[in-house]
């Protein structure tokens, strides 16, 4: 059986990626007997359409995560931060170890690697990238 980084099996994996990006909600036990008819003009629905798909996701979908959310973020918009915020962590995981790599290189020849200009730039962006992460998590609260 093949075995991804995190201990589980692959296809429960891909399983897991597919469950994420599902534009639809998950099947309920029992169907969903109840609906709702929500009546919006043309200028609404635009914008209820250009929101879902900006989230990959159906309108219903849409309406029924921002009502249910308390008035926050919706159950997408907390993945697509959480994904965020892991691929920044998987950035600044590599960066460490391109600044290891040099200290390494620097401290055994006494010389400066050509680049650490280059690496430095990039730590730098990555922190504005977490700032923007943080700051899109804060305005949304």
Same mark, same amino acid.
């Given at each position: 059986?093949? %075995?991804?980084?995190?201990?589980?099996?692959? *296809?429960?994996? @891909?399983?897991? $990626? #597919? /469950?994420?990006?599902?534009?639809?909600? &998950?099947?309920?036990?029992?169907?969903?007997?109840?609906?709702?008819?929500?009546?919006?003009?043309?200028?609404?629905?635009?914008?209820?359409?250009?929101?879902?798909?900006?989230?990959?996701?159906?309108?219903?979908?849409?309406? %029924?995560?921002?009502?249910?959310?308390?008035? *926050?973020?919706? @159950?997408?918009? $907390? #993945? /697509?931060?959480?994904?965020?915020?892991? &691929?920044?962590?998987?950035?600044?995981?590599?960066?460490?170890?391109?600044?290891?790599?040099?200290?390494?290189?620097t401290n055994a020849t006494g010389d400066?690697?050509?680049?650490?200009?280059?690496?430095?730039?990039?730590?730098?962006?990555?922190?504005?990238?977490?700032?923007?992460?943080?700051?899109?998590?804060?305005?949304?609260?």
């Amino acid at each position: 059986m093949d %075995v991804d980084d995190d201990g589980t099996a692959a *296809g429960d994996a @891909a399983s897991r $990626r #597919r /469950e994420q990006r599902r534009r639809r909600r &998950a099947n309920a036990a029992g169907g969903r007997r109840l609906r709702h008819e929500v009546k919006v003009t043309e200028a609404e629905e635009a914008q209820l359409k250009a929101r879902a798909a900006e989230q990959g996701i159906t309108v219903p979908r849409l309406l %029924v995560e921002a009502a249910l959310a308390g008035g *926050g973020e919706t @159950a997408t918009q $907390r #993945r /697509e931060v959480a994904a965020q915020l892991f &691929a920044t962590y998987r950035l600044l995981a590599a960066i460490s170890n391109n600044v290891n790599q040099i200290a390494r290189a620097t401290n055994a020849t006494g010389d400066a690697q050509p680049e650490t200009a280059a690496t430095l730039e990039a730590v730098r962006r990555t922190a504005l990238r977490v700032d923007a992460a943080l700051e899109g998590m804060v305005a949304s609260s």
